[in-house]
């Protein structure tokens, strides 16, 4: 899918937590039972709906059409939700962000250019299941690379931190990344949880 460097070596590939795609199968659920509750509850009073020709015909075409779009909305859904991925090498971190079927905006961020790693829990469904948004701080031209509904999100923040520190050490010789940094230190944060 991404081509790394040569010299580089995959540690980890993140993708949205799977409640976030559940959200989008139970609103696809209830798009689709939705018509036949409505033509039940107009069927239910005397007020009859005149159709010319075959009105049963009529409105199954409808509502064929009706799970068509729901289907093609489910497709782009998944589709959005399997290609979105962030990957963690032992040099940079990657962001693969699919924004339309034949468009996506791929970002690299160097290790050394990290400043800042915010794990970000709102919510009780968030709290209970385990996911939450990542916020990657850094003093380039983009400050901020965000990854939303992560599963397990401290678990990743814990070992981005690592492969920085890692990293720091390696290419700086300083056994921590506040002293060998230049005096830039990796702060970590945690909000809400």
Do not use: C
């Not at 069927?43 to 729901?70: D, K, R």
């Not at 509904?149 to 690592?162: G, L, S, T, Y």
């Amino acid at each position: 899918m991404i081509d790394i460097e040569h010299n580089e070596h995959r540690i980890l590939e993140v993708r949205k937590h799977w409640f976030a795609l559940m959200n989008h199968f139970l609103g696809a659920f209830f798009a689709a039972i939705l018509p036949p509750i409505i033509i039940a509850g107009i069927n239910a009073f005397p007020v009859s709906l005149e159709i010319a020709g075959n009105e049963t015909i009529a409105l199954l075409f409808i509502y064929t059409l009706w799970l068509m779009l729901i289907w093609l909305w489910l497709f782009f859904e998944w589709t959005d939700y399997y290609l979105d991925v962030w990957i963690i090498t032992d040099q940079k971190v990657i962001s693969v962000d699919q924004q339309r079927f034949f468009a996506r905006e791929i970002s690299t961020l160097q290790l050394d250019k990290i400043q800042d790693v915010t794990v970000e829990v709102k919510g009780i469904i968030p709290t209970l299941f385990h996911f939450g948004d990542i916020h990657i701080q850094t003093a380039g031209e983009k400050r901020e690379f965000i990854m939303l509904q992560i599963a397990q999100p401290q678990r990743v923040r814990d070992r981005i931190v690592h492969v920085i520190e890692e990293y720091t050490r390696e290419h700086f010789g300083g056994p921590s990344g506040s002293q060998s940094n230049g005096g830039r230190s990796n702060t970590i944060n945690q909000k809400g949880l």
